[in-house]
């Protein structure tokens, strides 16, 4: 049995990392992986594979990009029953908000609170932001390029030890859309 997965790469085709979608799905196809997708060029990936360790397929995609293109990329695998759920769980109003104010982080590790204790949440506003499983919501009604609640969020002291990667809102429903299973 197989499960789909998506494949979220930090910061490709931004920066001077290059990496052609076509490449990505050849790539994958020859680790072994079926019905491999890719969504826009930023960066993500989806695929059907009978690994179950999301961390094990992170590490060996990870290590591919490496030896394929010569550089190294963060990669987080996720499965559809997860990026559904962190969907469903937005604690923010996504129906009623322009898909470009509603962004998600998704961690390689869970993260607690504690990481974020000492932001001044009042001075942000009306930005926000909340934890979730995995993953960060962060509502940003004057769009990701301009906030300065995300430029703050994405410091390396608050990010030190784990990859993270944002996708907005559109990306976050069109992943779960690509990896269910009659997709």
């Not at 293109?69 to 129906?95: Q, T």
Request: charged letters at 25%; one cysteine or more; aromatic letters at 8%.
């Amino acid at each position: 049995m197989t499960t789909m997965y998506a494949a979220l790469l930090r910061a490709v085709n931004v920066g001077g990392k290059k990496v052609p979608m076509a490449e990505l799905r050849t790539l994958m196809e020859g680790l072994g992986h079926d019905r491999v997708r890719t969504y826009l060029q930023s960066g993500q990936a989806v695929f059907a594979s009978r690994d179950t360790d999301e961390d094990s397929l992170a590490a060996e995609l990870s290590k591919a990009i490496e030896k394929h293109f010569g550089f190294s990329v963060g990669v987080i695998v996720r499965d559809h029953a997860y990026l559904k759920a962190v969907a469903e769980a937005c604690p923010f109003p996504a129906a009623e908000l322009d898909a470009k104010q509603l962004h998600v982080t998704y961690f390689s590790v869970p993260v607690d609170a504690a990481r974020y204790a000492e932001i001044d949440r009042a001075a942000f506003l009306p930005e926000e932001f909340r934890l979730g499983d995995r993953s960060l919501y962060l509502h940003a009604p004057i769009g990701l390029g301009r906030s300065k609640l995300a430029e703050h969020l994405s410091r390396p002291r608050l990010i030190k030890g784990l990859t993270a990667t944002t996708r907005n809102w559109n990306t976050v429903v069109k992943l779960v859309e690509l990896t269910a299973a009659d997709s």
